[in-house]
Every structure is written in structure tokens, then in C-alpha cells.
């Protein structure tokens, strides 16, 4: 069986179609707030309390854990909300898991659920643009 041809009408060079994929269910922004988040704990934070007493330690990363925490789970949850479109309860769940993996004190995942999302979405995008 013949293949068809997979030229665009006006004889330039043939087009590669990207595969379909549903959609991303992190926006690329909430994406890159975590990811941003946990590259503080991987190049600042635990060189910042490398100085510190043991119970300072203890309140330095208890402290910069709620507060990163806080700072994505609201951030997400705005973008999910508001530029993605999410319902109010799934935007707030989204943006508390992406909250909880940002607030931990190393890098437990939310650098490579972060990429995995970003790739998805701008996977997305392309699909956006090729229609």
C-alpha cells in the first residue's frame, strides 16, 4: 500500500506530524513554579544552612518548607485556576501536591515531574500550532 504524501500543498519539504496527546493535567507555568522551587532547595537553601547550629537547621528548614509550600501550592493553584481553567477543588488539589513536593527539603521528584510536565505542554503547544 502506498504511503501518502506528506507534503505540504505547496511542494515544500515534507511534514513530521507530532503524535497526539491529551492534555497536560499541570499547566506549564504551575510546572515551572515547582520546578523553580525545588532548584532553591538544590543550589541555596542547603548551602544557607550548612552555617547553622543543629536546632537552627531544624527551624531554618521547617520554616523555609512552609513557606515554599505555601508560595507554590498558591501560586499553582492561581494558575491553574485562572489560566488553565480548572475547577476551584481540582486547582487547589493540583496546586497542594505540587506544593507538598516543593516544600521538602531535597529533591524528591518535583524536578523531574516538573520537566515531564513541562515536555507535555510544550508538546501541547505544538499540537495547538500544527491544527
Given at each position: 500500500?502506498?504511503?501518502?504524501?506528506?507534503?505540504?500543498?505547496?511542494?515544500?519539504?515534507?511534514?513530521?506530524g507530532i503524535p497526539e496527546l491529551s492534555k497536560s493535567p499541570v499547566h506549564l507555568l504551575s510546572a515551572i513554579v515547582?520546578?523553580?522551587?525545588d532548584k532553591l532547595w538544590d543550589e541555596l537553601l542547603l548551602?544557607?544552612?550548612?552555617?547553622l547550629?543543629?536546632?537552627d537547621k531544624?527551624?531554618?528548614f521547617l520554616f523555609s518548607g512552609l513557606l515554599l509550600l505555601i508560595l507554590t501550592t498558591l501560586s499553582a493553584s492561581l494558575?491553574?485556576?485562572?489560566v488553565d481553567g480548572d475547577g476551584m477543588g481540582a486547582?487547589?488539589?493540583k496546586g497542594l501536591a505540587m506544593g507538598v513536593l516543593a516544600g521538602l527539603p531535597y529533591s524528591f521528584g518535583s524536578t523531574e515531574l516538573g520537566l515531564?510536565?513541562?515536555?507535555w505542554s510544550g508538546i501541547n503547544e505544538l499540537q495547538k500550532l500544527e491544527k
Open positions: 500500500m502506498p504511503l501518502p504524501d506528506s507534503r505540504p500543498p505547496s511542494g515544500g519539504p515534507p511534514r513530521i515547582a520546578l523553580a522551587a548551602d544557607m544552612a550548612k552555617t547550629a543543629t536546632v531544624e527551624r531554618f494558575t491553574q485556576r485562572w486547582s487547589l488539589a515531564i510536565f513541562i515536555g
